[in-house]
């Protein structure tokens, strides 16, 4: 089935551990997000990528660091994780028509 | 700067009833907006999306949303309620900015279906 998927489901850390999210999409999409979603907020753009080899900041991108070393594939990386990192991250692309297709998310919990 | 306000964090209808989640935008230039819903555990999904065409856009499972731009407002309806619906909305409004779609999302309203 086309679309993204986020491993891992869900994860608990303890802080100061390193930690990646991963993120495959199957639809050819040039550009990638990363979005976090807390209660209140909405979602807000961490960081993004327009094509592979390329990457940007979005809105939150402190303590986040990306790559984009194929079309498919953006992991996101928790260097150092805090416990306000603790949240629900979801990875999306867009399509031509500007239209962002999201994964299941990762509910992240840093203790 | 482009914004969302969506108006309502929580808002209960009854089966049948009459669905308006609003949603105002402000945006240097012409948008495109967008309706996601979210259901419980779920990542979101387009619903549907004005892209200066018709002002009156139609999305899936019998929703619409009428873009005025002189009430910067792209409000939510559906004329009937259904079970199926209760679940989380955002209206997020979209530009090019810097070469990248820089999407900005509302904070969400999460409707409630009252059997």
């Known amino acids: 089935i086309a679309g993204i998927t986020q491993a891992p489901t869900s994860q608990i850390l303890a802080a100061g551990r390193r930690m990646t999210l991963r993120c495959t999409q199957d639809m050819r999409h040039n550009a990638m997000y990363w979005y976090r979603q807390d209660l209140g907020l909405g979602l807000r753009l961490i960081h993004y990528?327009?094509?592979?080899?390329?990457?940007g900041k979005g809105e939150v991108p402190d303590g986040y660091s990306v790559s984009r070393a194929n079309t498919d594939d953006f992991p996101l990386t928790l260097a150092s994780a805090v416990p306000s990192q603790t949240s629900v991250y979801f990875c999306?692309?867009?399509?031509?028509?500007?239209?962002?297709?999201f994964g299941p998310g990762t509910r992240l919990t840093v203790l | 700067a482009q914004s969302v306000t969506q108006l309502g964090s929580h808002v209960s209808v009854s089966e049948g009833a009459l669905v308006l989640l609003r949603c105002n935008y402000s945006?240097?230039?012409?948008?495109?907006l967008f309706w996601y819903v979210q259901y419980p555990n779920q990542g979101l999904q387009l619903l549907l999306k004005?892209?200066?065409?018709?002002?009156l856009v139609k999305g899936i499972n019998g929703f619409e949303a009428e873009f005025k731009k002189s009430e910067t407002s792209f409000h939510l309806t559906k004329p009937s309620a259904h079970m199926s619906d209760a679940a989380e909305y955002f209206c997020?409004?979209?530009?090019?900015?810097?070469?990248?779609?820089?999407?900005?999302f509302g904070t969400g309203t999460k409707l409630q279906v009252i059997p």
């Open positions: 945006s240097s230039v012409p948008p495109y």
């Open positions: 997020a409004v979209s530009d090019r900015a810097g070469g990248y779609q820089k999407v900005t």
């Open positions: 999306a692309s867009s399509d031509s028509t500007d239209t962002q297709y």
């Open positions: 004005y892209t200066s065409a018709a002002t």
């Open positions: 990528s327009n094509t592979a080899g390329t990457t």
